[in-house]
């Protein structure tokens, strides 16, 4: 009975691990399905093929590499980090960084009037907190207008 229940369990964890490998598996014949969602031959073969290599006590790096070698890096889901990829993987990074730098640049030019730095300058003492507050009432521009769905439509048509 206990030798039973230990071959069920050791081929529930079998089935397991390879339904794991499986779903970080692309489909080479569908190419936006895991191997383990798509019913193409191929991707039966693979999963036959990946249940036989776990039973065989491989690990899934070994495996992993073995598919990788077969089919090219295009078949697993996680491409490796190299400088090829490098791109791949910094893009959000760099993505982001930009948009804060933008932000900070335009938070920066909000908060600093040009022209209340020159007439400091020139008068050679600052201005007064109610100067300052009348110097940039002048100064700013209006907001511009709210854009609305077809806002661009009546640019466009000159009205």
């Not at 529930?12 to 936006?32: F, P, W």
């Not at 383990?36 to 070994?62: F, M, N, P, Q």
């Amino acid at each position: 009975m206990g030798s039973e229940e230990d071959a069920l369990r050791k081929a529930q964890l079998v089935e397991e691990r390879a339904r794991n490998i499986s779903h970080n598996v692309r489909c080479t014949e569908c190419g936006s399905q895991s191997i383990e969602e798509s019913g193409a031959d191929v991707a039966i073969l693979l999963r036959k093929l990946i249940r036989d290599e776990v039973r065989s006590g491989k690990s899934d790096k070994d495996i992993y590499n073995k598919l990788q070698e077969e089919f090219g890096e295009s078949v697993l889901y996680t491409p490796k980090f190299d400088m090829q990829t490098a791109a791949l993987w910094l893009s959000p990074v760099i993505f982001g960084a930009g948009i804060v730098g933008v932000w900070a640049y335009k938070r920066h030019r909000q908060k600093t009037n040009v022209h209340i730095m020159a007439l400091d300058l020139i008068r050679g003492v600052p201005l007064t907190p109610t100067e300052r507050e009348a110097m940039l009432d002048l100064l700013t521009p209006p907001p511009p207008e709210r854009a609305t769905p077809f806002s661009w439509w009546r640019k466009w048509r000159g009205g």
